[in-house]
């Protein structure tokens, strides 16, 4: 993950790999087959530990918020803690290189989004089911959300300034997505 977050998925070589992990080019070829199925099972590992701690920290809410908030903050503390790995997932999910490579790229990376994306609209379902949550496509806001959680990531692992504590942007995200950005004209009237 360091190789790839300082040179870029295209330009990474089984030789730096080596040299990063302090092992002889030919042990590693004893284990993987070449440089992407290496990078698969890196990626498959990691986003695998991430999907682990997001559930964890989802399973001890109970409301929506609870479980909510609880996302946010696993995914910003995964990616605060392993920022090599972003440069990975963000080189999976947009692949670079030859088209050969871009289309296994794409292999390796998309059904695990999709599965997470499809996991989370069925969350929001069943909030929407319970009350919690007004009724509208669950997928769509889903990718919404999705999406707009990973800008927050990427700015804050590619900013070299110290980002905000997790805290703040976990607020952030929250109270924007629960309660909007509008102030409605009947809390207008209540603020005044």
């Known amino acids: 993950m360091r190789v790839i977050a300082r040179k870029g998925m295209a330009a990474a070589t089984m030789q730096e790999i080596a040299d990063e992990a302090g092992v002889a080019k030919g042990t590693i070829y004893l284990y993987f087959r070449d440089r992407d199925e290496l990078v698969e099972k890196t990626f498959d590992t ?8 997001i559930d964890e920290a989802m399973a001890k809410g109970t409301t929506f918020e609870e479980k909510f908030r609880a996302l946010l903050t696993a995914k910003l503390e995964f990616f605060r803690q392993n920022r090599e790995f972003f440069r ?6 947009f ?24 996991q989370f609209a069925a969350l929001l379902k069943e909030s929407m089911d319970a009350g919690e949550l007004r009724p509208m496509d669950p997928m769509r806001l889903a990718l919404f959300i999705v999406e707009g959680s990973n800008a927050v990531v990427i700015d804050r692992v590619l900013d070299d300034a110290t980002p905000p504590p997790d805290e703040d942007d976990v607020e952030l995200m929250a109270s924007v997505i629960l309660d909007g950005i509008v102030i409605r004209k009947s809390k207008r009237s209540a603020q005044h």
């Open 95 to 118: 692949p670079e290189g030859s088209p050969a490579q871009q289309r296994r790229q794409k292999r390796t990376c998309q059904p695990q989004y999709r599965s997470r994306v499809e």
């Open 46 to 53: 990691a986003i695998t530990l991430l999907h682990q701690q």
């Open 88 to 93: 990975l997932y963000v080189s999976l999910r």
